[in-house]
């Protein structure tokens, strides 16, 4: 018995569920869980997630093949869809910058089995990390990033990247600015942790700028990286209170708490492919 | 167009989704949205709430003696089932004692038409609130109950009940204790507000307990009533962060305000048929 | 034995406290509980707020009288400071416009005595809650407001205000923009509750904008009105989750909740002068 | 210049801050910020923190002399206080189970230079963290408990906290119930964290327990140890949201992560002296 995950995105149309259950039914599947969301039923864009386990021995190519016959069969080539084994776990690697809080909580998430990845390598413009990540049993790649060298270090990034097949590239407060090419190649595939309330304080330096401002919250933001700075499809979101008693440093070493939680959430809700792009927006089946 | 909920409790099997949300499409149906839950995919408990539309002007009498055909036809008689026009609101009663925040909380959200249901009467042991419930243009119903003339007072209390044609019950902060033959008669259909966060501090003065004892939050909990008092199935709970400096009249005051949230929401997923049974728990599809 | 409240906001220096504290036990005082706060202990400001029980039976005049005195005596005159009895409430103005339920909520918090304050008039450019204003048992004045009459709309708001020797104004959501002339007039007494987690969304439609950016929280902002629109100090702010499901309507129901609890937050702390200026922030002592 | 920390706990009197804030003044200090509370301003309990400088340089040894004969001029001799300098970091050990998450955020935190403290010892009853704890710079020592070896045990244990002068013992998930001369040997500066809600769920399996129960919300409570297992005067409590979907497993990986924030919290304080006892409860300075 092996278990398989869909995620479909198509626009709505009548019998969706029907069409595609009968299908799981068919090849002697039974649903585990499943979630559906539309934007609109008469003509809106539907989205869903169907976790099935099959009793007989199936590979993931051969579940696929059947199931790009049935979309086919179906008229729906133009939908988007993944259908994965849920035993096959992504590769991400995670990119961090002198702050390693949202690093370290990644990996030991990863080595107490709660997010289920392999992690091929840790990149980062500090050679500070190296010695703590490596005792964790993971690979470290100092890259010098600088405003004069984005183009070779990016081309060194993306080399490791590739070499290691990486699905899921995490930007664990990596300071650095991406290239839009950068962004855009990874697009859907790289999550970065803002440590604002987006689409407040957006930009450099938010928690100096919330002491400014007063606020009594602060929170973070993970999103998917794209082309236009902080301005990527919001995957998950929090907050923490603050008082006029906490300085510029308190608000960091809050904030931090909070952007370990929420980027820790949002990775885990992706590997596990619970999040579906709606345009700029996203669809999270938590 | 018109739109149907229809929730469904059964055995899990294979092909549920299937056969149900094919039935739904030969209706002419179009599924608006839909959650499932199993407890386990191989022989546990599978609940569904789905909501559809359908083009022909079917009513709810016509549309139920489908879904009856069908179920017998699928050899689930033994499920339990509910499938109701979304336009037909429930009738709702609200008991309370003293205290009127929660219960001037729910009318109000009636009034502004937050929630969707009709509240044909009002009934309270205190004569406190008939001018302004009535104001408010709810008719308003004043019971003396005491330790002595219960029996006298359920029986009151019933009758208003039953001549109203109540379908749910709201304790909103009545503090009587109801006797367990009154409770079973509107088991799953009653719901009570306990001002904390149960299981703890059950039972009386539960803010008082919960300055004894210390705690940092204080809670709320909205649950089915059962004949056993403050045991019934959880639908929704949330706290309230207090510290040293709260009195005991502090804690209420922080208190009221989590118990109008909590009962809002819990009432409003309870008329929504989003709130199903699971033993002695709840499934919620918020 | 009479309670009394004193605010203090001075330069920092030596031995504020001891001098301010040993002022209090020559008037026969004790202190019941006390906050202070200081930006930097050398030369900074010194934020103080105290309350305190004095045994023979001295009235506000009196005891403001002899701190003046004290003051001078230090040579603090340049400080600001304010020194009330505590059983004398603040007057209070709600204005609202379509959208009654913070503007009810208040006046329920003031009813059950949960806020302490006077409340001799409501003022709305709407006349619909008139009859339920009034029956809870308060004063309304209907002022039509509209862009081009917004001089004469504030005369006439700004005449019923004086006449009720109103200290705090509250826009309970009144949808109209004030002149700068009148925010002004009003500095530091008025509170405008933001339906957003300022400074994301500032200006119109915040839920809309909320909706289209796909954020994952919503939330409520009460801030001091300045003649710079949204950008007032704030007091207070919270937070509620939201998902993909939410629609703006869902939105709008959900942040009524946090922008009820949150403006009544912030307007009992006015009224307990807990909130002090600390120039375009608040130290908020709760 | 030196920054001192005062906490003084006794009955509540005229004066009190008056005569310590002069004292103070006296020193040539400066007061950087103060709490105070108390249980009742006539006769009842009264608590203060404040934090001073000293322009001369003095030493903990002699400022500690001069404040115990201020005491004892004031006749205030049965008053519990202390009084240290800032820079003296408290001495931390951490004992820890199989589980963790706790004990790693807490090193992470010392690391990071987030806690102020020496950390001489880690004791665990598994000796499966060994490597990660030395890789972080820390001393690993195995103690074997059984409920056989109990005594013994404990006996090792002590030896170990006696051996590096340990002033503060934390139990980051330690599963081996204390006897209670152990429990009140460290009272008052020992902490555990409790994986639930309290007063819900005391004892074995909380989560196993909250999942039967149904609760939407599972919680954790970081407390002082006495001899009354789970009954000690509570810190900090927070709690997360769990829904019918969650397995004992999720509502354990939630957990987690809220018991690293509220130990994480509850150990802060304690280091910062912001924690003082009331009987069974405490009053936090926060």
Known sequence: MRSFRLVLVCQDQQAIIARVSRWIADQGGNIVNSD??????FGGTFF?????????????????ERFRGFMAAMGWEGAFWRLVAEDEP??????????AHCLLDLLWRIRSQELSAVVPCVISNHP????IVES???????????????????ARIQEILEKNQVDLVVLARYMQILSPEFSERYAGHMINIHHSFLPAFKGANPYSRA?????????????????????GPII????????????IDDLRRKGADIERLVLGRAVRWHLEDRVLLDGSRTVVFA
Chains 1, 2, 3, 4 share one sequence.
């Not at 992504?90 to 702050?99: D, E, G, P, T, V």
């Not at 500070?128 to 010695?131: N, V």
């Not at 002491?211 to 301005?231: F, I, P």
């Open 36 to 41: 559906q969301h539309s934007t609109d039923p």
């Open 48 to 64: 869903l997630r169907t976790v099935f386990v099959v009793e007989k021995n199936l590979n993931q190519a051969q579940v696929q």
């Open 90 to 99: 992504k590769r991400m690697a995670i990119l961090a910058s002198k702050q």
């Open 128 to 131: 500070d990390h190296e010695q």
């Open 136 to 154: 964790l049993g993971f690979s470290y790649h100092y890259v010098l990033a600088t405003p004069q060298n984005k183009p070779e270090a990016e």
């Open 211 to 231: 002491k400014e401002r007063g606020v009594k919250l602060v929170g973070a933001t993970a999103h998917y990286v794209t082309a236009d700075l902080d301005e």
């Open 236 to 247: 998950e979101q929090d907050t923490i209170r603050v008082t006029h008693r906490d300085s």
